[in-house]
């Protein structure tokens, strides 16, 4: 089992739809989740992070946490053209020395 | 949000030769910086870990020895690939954790392309 698992996608969402991305993680022990955004030829950049159970929002990204079943998921609201790209869910865990482990990233295409 | 600055963006070299790559975080310090890996429609590839004035941690399979890295203030950190060659063509990324202040969030250099000729 990967430690971090996400569908590699690619998830197809209609310009203007909620794109739904999931994550699960198989350390219980993990204090911090994140979601990044990479563009093709580009490095992550930050979306969101989340450290306790629930819902967390910024702008049209609402990140969910649920330790309990061990999945972390991200919702994009209004979704438009240029959020096309992978997002990669990344979880630190205090167990694997702070390091911050990726999932396979899920690619997302919006289409007009 | 916090900014880390990696350099240089790009760099081709002939095999046999070695290239440095730098990673400074501008507006805060790291005492902990990571080198990741990524070849083309794969996902990241962490490579070792980098503390100020320790050691780096290498991760399982990566020759430490190729993959020199020195993290010699709390917002420098370098890796030189040395005698490289053309496999070891890919994009570099390292990245910043800053302190307890932000959440520890780790935050990404702009990324390296290095090819090998």
């Known amino acids: 089992q990967k430690e971090v698992e996400q569908n590699s996608g690619p998830l197809s969402v209609p310009e203007g739809a909620i794109a739904s991305l999931n994550c699960t993680y198989s350390d219980r022990g993990s204090q911090s989740f994140f979601w990044y955004r990479q563009y093709s030829g580009k490095s992550p950049e930050l979306i969101m992070s989340?450290?306790?159970?629930g819902d967390k929002e910024d702008g049209r990204f609402t990140a969910q946490l649920n330790k309990a079943s061990q999945y972390v998921s991200l919702l994009i609201r209004d979704s438009q053209p240029s959020d096309s790209a992978t997002y990669l869910c990344?979880?630190?865990?205090?167990?694997?020395?702070?390091?911050?482990?990726f999932g396979g990233g899920t690619r997302v295409l919006v289409k007009p | 949000g916090a900014v880390v600055s990696q350099h240089p963006s790009w760099v081709i070299c002939k095999s046999g030769t070695s290239v440095k790559i730098e990673c400074r975080s501008l507006d805060f310090q790291a005492t902990t910086m990571f080198w990741y890996r990524q070849f083309p429609k794969q996902s990241l590839m962490l490579m070792a870990t980098s503390n100020e004035g320790s050691k780096a941690t290498y991760e399982q399979g990566v020759e430490k020895d190729k993959f020199l890295i020195n993290h010699a203030s709390l917002t420098l950190s370098t890796l030189t690939v040395t005698s490289a060659h053309p496999e070891d063509s890919s994009f570099y990324i390292c990245?910043?954790?800053?302190?307890?202040?932000?959440?520890?969030?780790?935050?990404f250099g702009e990324g390296s392309w290095l090819t090998v000729v």
């Open positions: 989340i450290y306790s159970n």
């Open positions: 990344a979880v630190n865990s205090r167990a694997a020395g702070n390091k911050l482990t």
């Open positions: 990245s910043a954790r800053a302190g307890s202040y932000s959440g520890n969030t780790i935050y």
